[in-house]
């Protein structure tokens, strides 16, 4: 499958969401898993972590939201 130059970093941006929060999750605490008083109230490291598994529990949303920013991306920067 050929992909162009404009899907080539969608793909990847995609790939990468799925795969990265999958590797660094059973890093995470069980704080920055469930923060207790809410991530807001966490370091930002743990801010950080606790984005990683939270894209690990949803990654077809996760990476909808990611698609849609890369693309937005690449037309912008084709037209500006």
Do not use: R
């Amino acid at each position: 499958m050929k992909f162009t130059s404009q899907q080539k970093p969608i793909v990847i941006s995609i790939l990468i969401n799925i795969l990265l929060p999958f590797l660094i999750k059973p890093f995470a605490s069980d704080i920055q898993i469930t923060p207790p008083t809410g991530a807001v109230n966490l370091e930002f490291i743990d801010q950080v972590m606790h984005m990683f598994v939270h894209h690990a529990q949803v990654p077809i949303a996760s990476s909808l939201i990611v698609a849609i920013i890369v693309a937005a991306s690449n037309y912008l920067a084709k037209y500006i």
